[in-house]
């Protein structure tokens, strides 16, 4: 069973580029979440999302970002017009979505916006 | 609301040495409990959880939890420590009545081993 798979692992942008980092869920999982690190910081929340439907996005920037989890493909975290700020790794998570069960990470998409 | 406060951003123990690092929640209902570890460029892997039953949770690499409600405190311990273990903690929350929540990770402790 594979695991939580992110791509790419490394993604540079120009300022004002757009950026797609795509997460595919382990087999079974119907529930992706996206978090950003900033270094020397914690993980911060974005989207909750279930299969073509977000559950929370209370922790996406109210511009330029973006989230999807389509029926079918891999959930896709969008960031419009990059600035330098944006510059962070990404993790997605993915979980079956019942009760008691943890969530298994990628290994993370480490954007650099130059 | 849930919210999760480790204290002590960076934990330096010798070789050998008890690992104590803390964790403390706010939780409106019994919540789901967890501690992943992060080493350098890579994601994060489960090292344990609490759900329900026994409060004393043993995990990978010889870490133990124990999630003690009157103090509303989870905090990892691993009795003696080793230099593999030296890498980036963080204790997580989620609420245990729904499983559409978000995770709430807290800010990370980072583990430095001594030789």
């Known amino acids: 069973n594979a695991g939580v798979m992110q791509n790419p692992r490394h993604l540079v942008r120009r300022r004002g580029q757009e950026a797609r980092l795509r997460c595919s869920p382990m087999k079974g999982h119907s529930h992706v979440y996206w978090y950003r690190q900033l270094p020397e910081e914690g993980l911060k929340f974005m989207v909750y999302?279930?299969?073509?439907?977000?559950?929370?996005e209370s922790g996406m920037p109210k511009e330029r970002f973006s989230a999807e989890f389509p029926k079918e493909g891999p959930s896709i975290l969008r960031i419009q017009q990059v600035v330098r700020g944006d510059s962070a790794a990404y993790f997605c998570a993915s979980s079956p979505g019942q009760p008691n069960t943890e969530a298994f990470f990628g290994q993370g998409t480490r954007l650099t916006v130059v | 609301a849930q919210s999760v406060t480790q204290l002590g951003s960076h934990v330096s123990v010798s070789e050998g040495a008890l690992v104590l690092l803390r964790c403390n929640y706010s939780s409106s209902v019994p919540p789901y409990l967890f501690w992943y570890v992060q080493y350098p460029n890579q994601g994060l892997q489960l090292l344990l959880k609490y759900t329900t039953g026994a409060t004393l949770v043993k995990g990978i690499n010889g870490f133990e939890a124990e999630f003690k409600k009157s103090e509303t405190s989870f905090h990892l311990t691993k009795p003696s420590a080793h230099m593999s273990d030296a890498a980036e903690y963080f204790c997580?929350?989620?609420?245990?009545?729904?499983?559409?929540?978000?995770?709430?990770f807290g800010s990370g402790t980072r583990l430095s081993i001594r030789p």
């Open positions: 999302l279930q299969k073509e439907n977000i559950i929370d």
């Open positions: 997580a929350v989620i609420p245990g009545y729904s499983s559409a929540s978000k995770i709430i």
